[in-house]
């Protein structure tokens, strides 16, 4: 089972084989290799990089593997702070991106970029781009303004352009639809030091979305054949994450979809980030989703180096 990254979510489905699960073992052998030779100094960082293999244990598949970089123009410390909220704490601008679709007959990619004033204001930039078996594309255009209004806590408001969609010909059938999508997020995020255990780390945010669909249908199957109509929709996702230690947390997280249906979730998670090196440290993540149809739960393993 494939693992796509669209947006904070996951998308599932169907793929690859065992060939690629050792390729990716490789590549995780090779690049955590390289990174042992790399020098930092007082655990300070500007350089930060991942490759990470995702799966899920109720899959026949073998996963998907997916890339990050991302470098920050003044120095990170990771020292006396939980190691995966480092960067979101440092509050200096950076640039980055990720990849996935090694292997898949899926890409996606992402690039962004923050920048962050003197006053603390800030501005991001994004662009990210999802392509699957060369007949479904989909664009997003995002930006970003917030205010890191004390050392561990921001609110911020997102817009994103979202423009997509698919094409199926095929000896007697035509199938087309296209997509186009306005969304608006307020967004706010904090964490919180505790004397006890390291602190806890709470995200939310409301999006609102119009989106107007056109499809064109000629198939003899299907009787619908096509047209144009707009709607909108709200949702809500909530997030909590413990740090027990630096290196541990536990979390749980809500989404709600506020249109008819009333969709809901539920997720667990873990993650441990466990330092082998100065530079190079093991990452382990672990997620379940309440009253899925999915009966077994999704886990990433990934190397990081930070110099």
Not at 157 to 179: A, H, L, Q
Not at 212 to 228: A, E, H, K, R
């Amino acid at each position: 089972m494939d693992i796509i990254f669209y947006g904070s979510f996951l998308l599932f489905k169907q793929g690859t084989n065992m060939i690629q699960k050792g390729l990716y073992l490789a590549i995780l052998t090779a690049f955590s290799s390289s990174l042992s030779t790399l020098v930092m100094a007082d655990d300070d960082y500007q350089h930060d990089g991942t490759v990470t293999y995702f799966d899920q244990t109720e899959s026949s598949s073998d996963g998907t593997f997916k890339l990050d970089y991302r470098y920050y123009f003044s120095s990170i410390n990771d020292n006396k702070t939980p190691y995966l909220l480092s960067g979101y704490l440092g509050q200096v601008s950076n640039i980055g991106g990720f990849y996935s679709g090694i292997g898949n007959d899926y890409d996606q990619y992402n690039i962004s970029g923050e920048y962050v004033f003197d006053s603390k204001w800030f501005i991001k930039a994004q662009y990210s781009n999802f392509e699957a078996d060369s007949s479904f594309e989909n664009d997003n255009y995002g930006v970003t303004l917030g205010y890191y209004f004390n050392p561990s806590s921001s609110f911020y408001i997102e817009y994103i352009r979202s423009s997509g969609g698919y094409d199926i010909s095929e000896s007697s059938s035509f199938r087309k639809s296209d997509t186009e999508q306005d969304s608006i997020t307020l967004g706010a995020d904090t964490y919180v030091q505790f004397d006890w255990t390291e602190g806890l780390y709470l995200s939310g945010r409301y999006t609102y979305s119009d989106y107007t669909v056109d499809s064109v249908f000629n198939d003899p199957d299907i009787s619908y054949s096509g047209g144009s109509y707009s709607d909108s929709n709200s949702t809500a996702l909530v997030e909590a994450d413990w740090y027990v230690t630096n290196s541990w947390s536990v979390g749980a997280s809500y989404f709600y979809d506020f249109d008819e249906s009333e969709y809901d979730s539920w997720l667990l998670s873990t993650d441990y980030y466990l330092p082998i090196t100065d530079t190079m440290a093991a990452v382990f993540t672990a997620a379940k989703e309440l009253d899925s149809d999915i009966d077994g739960f999704s886990y990433s393993i990934g190397v990081n180096g930070r110099f």
